[in-house]
């Protein structure tokens, strides 16, 4: 299915088409080449007729994996903000992502099929609430059962979601080193998106899949400093040692010739 995505399902809903060569097209392709990710292009997704929320993704598997921009970004987003905002994107493509959320997604739904069973077997055949486990009475314990456990791992799931995409985002910013790009990128797509900057802790928590742009904007920050400071330390690393000493001499301690003293 998702082979199939980007060249059957969405083109019903969405015009594509390919975006034209120039300096973005070749930044995106280099961006992707040095992830090791290999595209059939870029494409520009038409979807400002059906809304106004922005989105840059990597859509399809194998031979269809193409590059995709909303014309909603394209309008209105700087090239650095776009590459950053792919960079993201691929980065949950390196650290191979998709294939975690699908593993914990579906342990977690075995999980609790299996503890609905559990509970569903008490209930007939422990308590005798019911007939049978197929008598359709059953029907609303169930949902009641399921509705529960969704809940109560529905902030497992999310903060999983939420340390993967904090990791897409250190990648978006170890291999591009723009943080303010990445910075307004993050702004604008909160305003675009009507995304709530400072969530509370607790919603946060609870039912949000993403960091909050708040948080990720302190996350660009932090990693501003590390890598002036790994800058630094790299820079006094490198740099040539002052002495006036002849070459093969051992130094006295000082970098005055012993002649002049």
């Known amino acids: 299915m998702a082979n199939l995505a980007p060249v059957l399902l969405l083109p019903i809903f969405y015009k594509f088409t390919p975006l034209p060569e120039g300096e973005l097209t070749q930044r995106l392709l280099a961006l992707a080449q040095r992830a090791k990710t290999r595209v059939k ?3 520009t997704m038409h979807m400002s007729s ?4 922005a989105n840059a993704a990597l859509m399809g598997l194998g031979n269809t994996r193409r590059i995709v921009l909303g014309d909603t970004m394209l309008d209105r987003y700087t090239p650095d ?3 950053v905002v792919l960079a993201h994107e691929l980065g949950h493509h390196v650290h191979h992502d998709i294939w975690k ?3 914990s997604q579906s342990v ?3 999980g609790g099929l299996y503890l609905v069973n559990l509970a569903l077997h008490w209930a007939v055949d422990t308590q005798h609430y019911y007939q049978s486990l197929a008598d359709p009475a059953t029907i609303p314990f169930v949902l009641v059962l399921t ?3 969704g809940l109560v791992i529905m902030p497992l799931s999310n903060g999983l979601s939420r340390a993967i995409e904090y990791q897409a985002d250190e990648y978006a910013l170890q291999s591009t080193r723009m943080v303010e790009p990445f910075k307004s990128a993050m702004t604008r797509l909160a305003n675009q998106n009507l995304a709530d900057v400072e969530p509370s802790p607790l919603v946060e928590f609870l039912f949000h899949d993403h960091p909050a742009i708040g948080k990720r904007l302190k996350h660009a920050n932090e990693f501003a400093q590390r890598y002036a400071l790994n800058a630094s330390i790299n820079a006094e690393s490198l740099a040539p040692t ?3 000493e002849p070459v093969g001499m ?3 301690g000082s970098s005055t010739p012993d002649s002049a003293h």
């Open 242 to 244: 002052s002495s006036t």
């Open 147 to 149: 509705t529960i456990f």
């Open 81 to 83: 903000e776009i590459e």
């Open 41 to 43: 292009g870029v494409f």
């Open 250 to 252: 051992p130094s006295s």
């Open 108 to 110: 977690l739904t075995l």
């Open 50 to 53: 059906k809304t106004t929320a």
């Open 101 to 103: 959320l699908i593993i």
